[in-house]
């Protein structure tokens, strides 16, 4: 589910560094390549917050790179 700005929950603990929670969403098939309102994905959240480990595991889920 998304909130008024398409934000979801793997969004939110992927961009905040939540490691933990990112793994246990993706484990319950958690859609890797939702967008919020601003066009960003997950994995874009990760890399912007600088949390490398998040954004490999996100990609080793099937996450795309933003082509920009």
Known sequence: AQDHVGMTPLLLASGGGYKSIVIMLLNHR????????LD??????????????????LRRHGAKDSIR
Do not use: P, T, W, Y
């Not at 958690?30 to 309102?37: I, L, Q, S």
């Open 30 to 37: 958690a859609k890797v390549n939702v967008r919020d309102k």
């Open 40 to 57: 960003k994905s997950a994995l874009d959240l990760a890399i912007h917050g600088e949390h490398n480990d998040i954004a490999a595991l």
